[in-house]
């Protein structure tokens, strides 16, 4: 079983900074693309960020300079550092993996989510 585990959420000032991050666990044989996802409430899940396995990036362009992805391949763990906060980057962030599990195809996994909420 594959477990995605976020941490990092929580309520800042415009303006401030969170750094999320994301744990993933279990019977990981290998992980391609790691991800952050993000939905506010009545609207549809977007896509933030994204890293594949060597590092290359893509960023919403709501977040292109304000948020950078990164991940630590040794410890499974994607991290999304979230500066310049503002009020509509309010949502529930989601961890993704593109993950296999053995010499399968690789599947998608998702973590619960974390709460991020910017005051204005």
């Known amino acids: 079983q594959v477990q995605l585990v976020e941490s990092g959420g929580g309520l800042v000032q415009a303006g401030g900074s969170l750094r999320l991050s994301c744990a993933a666990s279990g019977s990981i044989f290998s992980i391609n693309a790691m991800g952050w996802y993000r939905q506010a409430p009545g609207k549809q899940r977007e896509l933030v960020a994204a890293i594949t396995s060597g590092g290359s990036t893509n960023y919403a362009d709501s977040v292109k300079g304000r948020f950078t992805i990164s991940r630590d391949n040794a410890k499974n763990t994607v991290y999304l550092q979230m500066n310049s906060l503002k009020p509509e980057d309010t949502a529930v962030y989601y961890c993704?993996?593109?993950?296999?599990?053995?010499?399968?195809?690789?599947?998608?996994?998702w973590g619960k989510g974390t709460l991020v909420t910017v005051s204005s």
């Open positions: 993704n993996a593109d993950l296999r599990t053995g010499w399968g195809t690789p599947l998608d996994y």
